[in-house]
């Protein structure tokens, strides 16, 4: 990973994480007009101090519905 205020490949650091749902809109994506809710880390840069995010999963729904479902039963412990 490269910070990209001081663009040195040095050691980051997880300081937070969350979920989040996005929309596929890349044409290349085969999963291309679906919704993905995605395991995001904030990474601290160790050299300047700057957060970024770094989306390691992607979980792939047809529907933004199906999606929110998904996401909310996670954060309430019914899924």
């Given amino acids: 990973m490269v910070c990209r205020r001081c663009g040195v490949a ?9 979920e ?3 929309l596929a809109d890349d044409p290349a994506d085969p999963n291309c007009g679906h ?7 904030v990474m601290r840069c160790s050299t300047c101090g700057h957060r970024q995010e770094s989306v390691e999963q992607r979980f792939p729904f047809s529907g933004l519905r ?14």
């Fill in 20 to 22: 989040r749902i996005s």
């Fill in 35 to 41: 919704f993905y809710i995605d395991m995001v880390y």
């Fill in 10 to 18: 040095k050691q980051f650091g997880r300081i937070d994480s969350f």
């Fill in 66 to 79: 199906e999606a929110e479902k998904e996401l909310d039963s996670h954060l309430t412990g019914k899924g």
